[in-house]
């Protein structure tokens, strides 16, 4: 039996014979068609006994059958429709988002159930088909906050002579509550040091010489020199560490941050199936048992009479060459943990495809509904709007969804049109979607993300996080071409921004993901951009002064909503799905 691929290509070959069937038959001016000769492509050859002609025939349909296709045309009515785009209709979708009686829009309240009820309403009145829950616009799931019983721990760290040490540990270690478990109780788990917790074939893996099994491991935050900064932020997240750590047996983890005391105990947020029995979110999942950051005293701490020095073995660490040993110990915890949920939703609209094959397949849109809600009070105003972050990347999507109805076009493929709850938790609802799609996850083929944009200049060039690692960079330049944008390299590495939006959550998943920002490139003598930006970021980031008025230029967000939608619309026409790079880790 042929496979539905298969088919599609059979189908493509007969179409292409038949375009050649109808050019020849004019050529020649005869009643050519492609039922003579049993009306077979190879039949019709017969018509050409010069193998040239034949073999140039066969190539074109190799071609095809291939996925051989050009950049998508864009139409003159396309362009106009683009160019038409309303920018106050922009600015009311912000305005409306980000004004106060939302009151910050943090899961679980009524701010939040409001921008969910305009989302959906706008949905609607686009015609878009609901793709939630059971035919619902919304996908609901649990937000659990997880805090340690006070006065539960309990922690001994002996050595193989029976002697105790004891970490005080509001200085020296911090404890994270279970996301899912009531109570944790471990005896004598031997507990080693694994160096970055990394395993990245062919270049580093300090599991190579260690059995972690049924183990603590000892980690460092940081991760091996050298790599790029999606790397860096990839391998130094949290989950990632964590995730390796389990993979290999172990069942405790503690990451050492180079400071001199360790970060304050978390209430840890996370999203649960709606069995609660399974977390999803980048950090501490209840992957292990046991989670702790740690300072870099811990560790020196732990190395005494081990023969081994902090300094030594932070010197050795080298990529290439793993120092992962046993520090001659055993950790015995146990510890209760309290847990509170709340509902929340993620709000997915789907415009379907066009093509009896392709439409199966989805180009999903994210955009984070959430803010923080109510917070400190700066300068008498508690209420955290969220107009840049995230109102304008809903609002983007809002105008994309329009433009894909507005312009007419069929996009071969679907497209879902995400707006994701608790991205401020720690990309909360992202990753419960990218873990637990509403639409089979094998049928996702990538992640265009919108967040905070920082449309507060002309935009004239674009960073495309996690594009490089992909063919969805020549998505982009395609874009940036018909917009005549520059592409520019992230410009602030330190930051970590590829690991901390919503792509990040497909990434993990293995779905290859975008996020666009607006680049550094300016038309103005002398002016600093990058300066510009970053004395805007210290003002208005995840402070109550982020409101509709907070240096909103919406003729950027106009381009930037084109691009967006110009990158999704080329991931949706070509044949060939989105692919990662022979040499990308993910």
């Not at 921004?497 to 550094?520: L, M, W």
Request: aromatic content about 10%; hydrophobic content about 40%; proline content about 5%.
């Amino acid at each position: 039996m042929v496979s539905p691929s298969g088919t599609k290509c059979i189908f493509n070959a007969l179409v292409l014979s038949r375009s050649i069937c109808t050019f020849f038959a004019g050529r020649f001016s005869r009643d050519l068609t492609c039922h003579d000769l049993n009306g077979g492509f190879f039949g019709f050859l017969y018509y050409f006994p010069d193998m040239k002609t034949r073999l140039l025939l066969i190539i074109m349909v190799l071609l095809r059958l291939q996925g051989f296709t050009q950049e998508p045309k864009l139409t003159s009515s396309i362009r106009k429709t683009m160019n038409a785009m309303d920018t106050m209709a922009i600015r009311s979708h912000i305005a409306y988002l980000a004004d106060d009686k939302l009151k910050g829009r943090a899961p679980g309240t009524a701010g939040y159930q409001m921008a969910v009820d305009y989302v959906v309403n706008e949905f609607k009145k686009l015609g878009l088909k609901p793709a939630g829950d059971e035919g619902e616009f919304s996908q609901k799931f649990n937000l659990r906050r997880s805090s340690l019983e006070p006065g539960s721990l309990k922690m001994m760290v002996t050595d193989n002579e029976g002697n105790t040490d004891s970490f005080f540990v509001r200085n020296d270690i911090s404890l994270s509550a279970h996301p899912i478990k009531s109570e944790v109780s471990i005896k004598q788990a031997p507990v080693v040091f694994a160096g970055y917790g990394v395993d990245v074939p062919g270049v580093h893996n300090d599991y190579k010489d260690i059995d972690v099994r049924g183990k603590i491991v000892v980690v460092l935050k940081i991760s091996p020199l050298g790599l790029s900064s999606d790397y860096q932020s990839y391998f130094t997240s949290v989950g990632y560490k964590m995730a390796v750590a389990k993979s290999k047996g172990a069942i405790g983890t503690i990451v050492v941050y180079d400071r001199p005391t360790a970060p304050p105990q978390p209430v840890l947020q996370n999203a649960l199936n709606p069995e609660k029995t399974e977390a999803y979110g980048s950090g501490y999942i209840g992957n292990v048992d046991v989670f702790m950051t740690a300072t870099n005293n811990f560790l020196s701490t732990m190395l005494l009479n081990s023969g081994k020095s902090y300094v030594g073995v932070m010197a050795s660490l080298k990529p290439g060459s793993p120092q992962s040993f046993d520090f001659g110990r055993k950790l015995s915890i146990r510890y209760k943990s309290r847990h509170a949920d709340i509902e929340t939703a993620n709000v997915i609209g789907m415009i379907p495809g066009s093509d009896p094959l392709l439409k199966k397949e989805y180009v999903v849109h994210t955009a984070h509904l959430d803010h923080i809600g109510i917070g400190k009070a700066v300068d008498g105003d508690s209420i955290y709007n969220g107009a840049h972050d995230n109102a304008s990347g809903v609002a983007s999507l809002l105008e994309i969804a329009k433009l894909y109805k507005k312009t007419g076009v069929k996009p071969k493929r679907s497209i879902l049109i995400t707006m994701v709850s608790a991205e401020e938790s720690g990309l909360l609802g992202s990753a419960y979607f990218a873990s637990h799609p509403s639409i089979p996850k094998s049928a996702i083929v990538a992640n265009v993300n919108t967040d905070m944009p920082t449309v507060i200049a002309p935009m004239l060039s674009v960073v495309p996080l996690g594009a490089t690692h992909s063919s969805l960079l020549k998505n982009v330049q395609y874009a940036a071409k018909m917009l005549n944008l520059d592409i520019q390299a992230d410009p602030e590495p330190e930051q970590s921004f590829f690991t901390r939006s919503d792509q990040y959550s497909f990434v993990r998943e293995h779905i290859p993901a975008v996020h666009c920002k607006n680049g550094r490139k300016t038309d103005i003598a002398g002016f600093d951009l990058d300066a510009y930006i970053k004395t805007w970021r210290a003002k208005y980031y995840h402070q109550p002064a982020d409101q509709i008025d907070g240096w909103f230029r919406f003729s950027a967000a106009k381009t930037y909503i084109q691009l967006n939608f110009l990158i999704s619309y080329s991931i949706a026409m070509e044949k060939q799905r989105p692919s990662w790079n022979n040499d990308a880790y993910f």
